[in-house]
């Protein structure tokens, strides 16, 4: 069962850390981060997941947005930190790169990586591809293991499809050794199944749970989220 987490959007801060930083022993938060070419429609699929919610103007966004929601984790209550960054030209080399670019700071600490491509548009899946291989040659030392997961967004515009599906899915899965999913924002097909697939990746990686359980609840802080 799914229960929505309508969350704020918060940007960086204080009011950002999660309640694992050291107070009464609580896992620290899952760092989540959503990319892609613009018009995929990431954003799209971070509000269905968070607000169930979805509209057909697209919100074309420059600036990063952070939300905060839980998920109870092997019976672990974790908070998720998920960073909706715009289209980003590259991915940053250093540091100083992502420090000097407010668009990118906090991408390179990021537990694992949603990249998100129209499967309608063979230009958006090129960016996911070279985006993938920067993260690849680019993130921090210490973090060889951070998941990687691709995702094929607007499903529901299946007669479109610019790339055979098993075409991909060989090509994510058995190459990249990436998980993948597809899924529409639009009728919320799989939105709950790529977040699930994201955070059970972190925690496998974390935990070395093979089989994990999940479940997502609305956060629990009232001045971190908006409880509806």
Not at 111 to 138: G, N, P
């Amino acid at each position: 069962m799914h229960w929505p987490a309508v969350c704020e959007n918060r940007e960086g801060g204080a009011g950002s850390r999660g309640r694992g930083g050291g107070r009464g022993g609580m896992p620290p938060p899952f760092k989540i981060a959503v990319l892609g070419a613009q018009g995929v429609g990431k954003t799209a699929v971070v509000r269905r997941f968070l607000h169930d919610d979805y509209s057909e103007t697209g919100t074309p966004g420059h600036t990063r947005q952070v939300h905060l929601s839980a998920a109870v984790l092997n019976g672990h209550v974790h908070d998720l930190q998920i960073t909706d960054y715009p289209a980003i030209p590259s991915f940053p080399g250093s540091s100083l790169q992502e420090w000097a670019d407010s668009c990118c700071r906090g991408i390179r600490s990021a537990h694992v990586y949603i990249l998100v491509y129209d499967i309608c548009c063979f230009d958006s899946f090129e960016y996911v591809k070279t985006m993938r291989q920067q993260i690849l040659e680019t993130r921090l030392l210490g973090t060889a293991e951070t998941p990687i997961l691709i995702v094929g967004n607007k499903r529901d515009l299946q007669r479109g499809r610019v790339i055979p599906r098993h075409n991909v899915s060989d090509l994510v899965r058995k190459s990249w050794k990436c998980g993948y999913v597809e899924c529409s924002a639009k009728f919320n097909w799989h939105i709950l199944l790529l977040f699930s697939e994201a955070v059970r990746s972190v925690g496998c990686a974390r935990c070395k749970h093979i089989h994990a359980t999940i479940r997502f609840q609305r956060a629990l802080r009232r001045e971190r989220c908006a409880l509806m």
